[in-house]
């Protein structure tokens, strides 16, 4: 399940990269609420490479997903970025990680 997410990047870090190749990157965007809060998300593997097409200081909508994990009797939970849309733009711009798009080339039985 997919949420969403409106606000103003804080901060944008460096990518994080591990010896088995995994990489990670988090962003902090700051809501637009009555009593703004900061909120941390990280963008995972090749989907790292989004945050190159976003500044600190533009206004945003993201969607990511919660992931929880329990680890030596912790619990954590992660939100993890799936698309964030620059708003105010003439042209959203818009980065989707994980959206194929199917190829019906050869789809013979479809009838349009």
């Known amino acids: 399940m997919l949420y969403t997410f409106e606000g103003t990047i804080k901060e944008i870090m460096e990518t994080q990269?591990?010896?088995?190749g995994f990489k990670k990157r988090e962003i902090v965007i700051t809501s637009d609420d009555k009593f703004p809060q900061d909120v941390k998300f990280e963008f995972l593997k090749d989907s790292t490479l989004i945050l190159d097409n976003v500044n600190v200081g533009d206004e945003v909508i993201i969607n990511f997903s919660v992931r929880g994990n329990e680890y030596n009797g912790k619990y954590y939970v992660n939100l993890n970025g799936q698309t964030i849309d620059i708003k105010g733009t003439?042209?959203?711009k818009t980065k989707k990680v994980g959206t194929a798009i199917p190829d019906h080339s050869?789809?013979?039985?479809i009838p349009f």
């Not at 990269?17 to 088995?20: C, E, H, I, K, L």
């Not at 050869?106 to 039985?109: G, I, L, Y």
């Open 17 to 20: 990269t591990w010896d088995s």
């Open 90 to 92: 003439a042209t959203t």
């Open 106 to 109: 050869n789809d013979e039985d």
